[in-house]
């Protein structure tokens, strides 16, 4: 069971980029993906989205109004469109898939950690 990411490159300032997380080995539509991000250096960042199996799209303040995240159950894959990119988005950005955030009532999305992890993909913004 695997995600592969995908999409990345080099986009400038205000720029869109649109990433992919295709599940491999697994049906999507049973799983939660999550979308990271890791800067040169630095621990992992996020989540920045969450698109659960079951429930409402999480996004982070830092992305949120710019990022959009959107399953297509029939493709396996979960897309993130990212819009106004800044130099600070400059990442490599990581899916992973893992069960559903809701428990006990609650959605815990800001703990959410994915099962399988990809390799991640680059993202480099700069004019």
């Known amino acids: 069971l695997k995600v592969v990411e995908s999409g990345g490159g080099l986009v400038q300032p205000g720029g869109s980029l649109t990433l992919s997380c295709e599940a491999r080995?697994?049906?999507?539509?049973?799983?939660?993906i999550g979308w990271f991000r890791q800067f040169p250096g630095k621990e992992r960042e996020g989540p920045l989205c969450?698109?659960?199996?079951?429930?409402?799209?999480y996004y982070a303040d830092s992305v949120k109004d710019r990022f959009t995240v959107s399953r297509v159950n029939a493709a396996n894959t979960v897309y993130l469109q990212m819009n106004d990119l800044k130099p600070e988005d400059a990442a490599v950005y990581l899916c992973?898939?893992?069960?559903?955030?809701?428990?006990?009532?609650?959605?815990?999305?800001?703990?959410?950690?994915?099962?399988?992890w990809g390799q991640g993909t680059q993202v480099v913004v700069s004019s």
């Open positions: 992973a898939a893992g069960p559903n955030p809701y428990y006990g009532g609650t959605y815990y999305y800001t703990s959410w950690r994915g099962d399988y």
């Open positions: 969450i698109s659960p199996s079951d429930g409402p799209t």
């Open positions: 080995g697994f049906m999507l539509e049973s799983y939660t």
